[in-house]
């Protein structure tokens, strides 16, 4: 019943930066937590993960060396810091989370994960 709030999506220019936020009321610290992106006719894909405590981190190839995924243990939010952006980064970003992982774990499969949020909008202009 957690949910899951993503936040810092808009409109940026090719080479920008933005970050996005990935919010609950609850801690995030016990889950596995990634992001995934779709954009319309296209199939959801994998940008970036984060084990349960945050020990380790994963990352498709389209975000490996551009994006970073961090925990805010403070804030209970997972960051999706993403920089260099290009035109094909444009999609709705979504935050998912899996509960009851081992730590470490780091999950790069939608379907691995049980809780999803409601996306956020990025768009990238040439």
């Known amino acids: 019943q957690v949910q899951l709030v993503e936040s810092g999506g808009g409109l940026v220019q090719a080479g920008g930066s933005l970050r996005l936020s990935c919010a609950t009321s609850?801690?995030?610290?016990?889950?596995?937590v990634g992001w995934f992106r779709q954009a319309p006719g296209e199939e959801r894909q994998f940008v970036a993960a984060v084990s349960r405590g945050g020990d380790n981190t994963g990352y498709g190839d389209s975000a490996m060396g551009r994006f970073t995924i961090s925990r805010d243990h403070f804030k209970n939010t997972v960051e999706l810091q993403m920089n260099s952006l290009k035109p094909e980064d444009t999609a709705a970003y979504y935050c998912a989370a899996r509960p009851g992982t081992s730590y470490g774990v780091v999950l790069s499969q939608a379907t691995a994960y049980t809780i999803w949020g409601q996306g956020t909008q990025v768009t990238v202009s040439s």
């Open positions: 609850g801690t995030t610290s016990y889950y596995a």
